[in-house]
């Protein structure tokens, strides 16, 4: 199953809320913590969605 970001992601620096919404219409909310993965990753996703948010 596929799902996308519906909204930009609330970001703090303990970690991301992201809010998806699947194929079927369903909404979950997603918490990614920032000490669940290495400091490069995390720096590396948070550019990425940041990225994102300035190209709407």
Same mark, same amino acid.
């Given at each position: 199953?596929?799902?996308?970001?519906?909204?930009?992601?609330?970001?703090?620096?303990?970690?991301?809320? &992201? +809010?998806?919404?699947?194929?079927?219409?369903?909404? =979950?909310?997603?918490?990614?913590a920032a000490d669940s993965m290495d400091e490069a990753?995390?720096?590396? &996703? +948070?550019?990425?969605?940041?990225?994102?948010?300035? =190209?709407?």
């Amino acid at each position: 199953m596929e799902h996308n970001i519906v909204k930009a992601p609330w970001m703090i620096k303990s970690g991301m809320m &992201l +809010r998806l919404r699947s194929d079927s219409g369903k909404r =979950q909310h997603l918490w990614l913590a920032a000490d669940s993965m290495d400091e490069a990753e995390w720096r590396d &996703l +948070r550019r990425i969605l940041l990225q994102q948010e300035t =190209q709407r």
